[in-house]
């Protein structure tokens, strides 16, 4: 399946006239792509990262920088400590649920999306 699907990447006419298995047998194979084209990314960045100079360079019609940033991992005891802590309110939208299926109208919008992921096939023994 994966010849047959493979060349449909670049033609999207014809993805439109897939049955639903092969769509999901394209999704398989774009995740692989996709998999192997951000490992390619992510080793280009490392190379460049080595090779650039300073903190960034033109190269072409393309500005690449060196970005830096600080990851601050304090314990929560000593952010505590420092005041560094802040209380961010959130709704709770488990209780949402719970209340809107009492009857209470809250106001919502229902999203619709699709989960694709592998089956484990059992063996028959």
Not at 29 to 58: D, M, N
Not at 81 to 99: H, N
């Amino acid at each position: 399946m994966a010849s047959k699907l493979s060349g449909l990447v670049s033609n999207p006419e014809l993805i439109l006239k897939l049955n639903k298995e092969d769509l999901v047998g394209l999704y398989w194979i774009s995740e692989q792509f996709k998999e192997e084209i951000e490992a390619q990314i992510k080793t280009v960045k490392e190379l460049l990262a080595e090779k650039i100079e300073g903190r960034g360079e033109i190269i072409g019609d393309s500005a690449v920088t060196k970005v830096r940033k600080t990851l601050y991992k304090p314990t929560m005891q000593q952010a505590e400590e420092l005041g560094l802590v802040k209380i961010k309110k959130t709704i709770d939208t488990a209780q949402c649920k719970v209340l809107a299926e009492k009857g209470i109208d809250i106001p919502h919008e229902t999203i619709e999306y699709v989960l694709i992921k592998l089956v484990e096939k059992k063996e028959k023994e």
